[in-house]
């Protein structure tokens, strides 16, 4: 049974700052997501990561995955209080790629 | 504008009361999800269906049902609400793997007392 572990829990930051926000896997997951949530809102998505390597990026926000290591990142770059939010990542396992098994999230808040 | 709706968008119901929340989606995917997202743990999967017709369990399946008698709609049924139901639920579509990226409806509050 896939489990994923995400930390920290809580990242407070400063604008123009950089950080990283890890995510462990427990067993062969065959794609990592990136979710964002806004306060009291869905969830919307950032990255698909399909493969051992993978790196996307989009604005000032950078997924990387290392399924040797069962591992992915998501890394902040210069942060602005509009990346203020929830941040969750989420596998698949092996053999229930329709199903997803959450992160408990990371919750993210740039002060100025 | 295409996507998933859900509702309603709140709801206060006394326990032992029965109850749908509703999901329906126009992109039509065929793998439809529901979660429950509580503080501290994330989102959690109820049940789930793959096509029309076939339904699964998920991580939390008691004390809920699903049914999935067309490609569009995934309704989800509390047959006797209890309070530790008292969650966000949200749905969810997506295609078949590999394209499998999950778009989320915006959720339903839900609240038993």
């Known amino acids: 049974e896939l489990k994923v572990e995400q930390n920290p829990l809580f990242l407070s930051m400063q604008e123009g700052k950089n950080y990283t926000i890890y995510c462990n896997y427990s067993?062969?997951?065959?794609?990592l997501y990136w979710y964002r949530q806004d306060p009291g809102k869905s969830l919307e998505s950032l990255f698909v990561?399909?493969?051992?390597?993978a790196v996307k990026q989009e604005g000032r926000l950078m997924a990387s995955l290392d399924t040797k290591a069962r591992l992915s990142t998501l890394h902040i770059t210069a942060a602005v209080h509009d990346l203020s939010a929830t941040y969750f990542c989420?596998?698949?396992?092996?053999?229930?790629?329709?199903?997803?098994?959450f992160g408990t999230g990371t919750r993210l808040q740039v002060t100025l | 504008i295409a996507g998933i709706t859900q509702a309603p968008t709140s709801q206060i119901l006394a326990a032992g009361r029965r109850m749908t929340l509703r999901c329906t989606q126009d992109?039509?995917?065929?793998?439809m999800y529901w979660y429950r997202q509580d503080l501290g743990l994330g989102l959690r999967l109820i049940h789930y269906?793959?096509?029309?017709?076939?339904?699964g369990k998920g991580e939390v399946p008691d004390g809920y049902s699903v049914s999935r008698a067309n490609t569009d709609d995934f309704p989800l049924t509390l047959a006797s609400a209890v309070p530790s139901q008292t969650s966000v639920y949200f749905c969810?579509?997506?295609?078949?793997?590999?394209?499998?990226?999950?778009?989320f409806g915006p959720g339903t509050r839900l609240t038993v007392l």
């Open positions: 067993t062969t997951s065959d794609r």
């Open positions: 989420a596998g698949t396992g092996t053999g229930t790629a329709s199903k997803l098994t």
């Open positions: 269906s793959n096509t029309a017709g076939t339904t």
């Open positions: 969810a579509s997506s295609d078949l793997p590999p394209h499998n990226e999950q778009f």
């Open positions: 990561l399909l493969s051992n390597g």
């Open positions: 992109m039509r995917h065929n793998a």
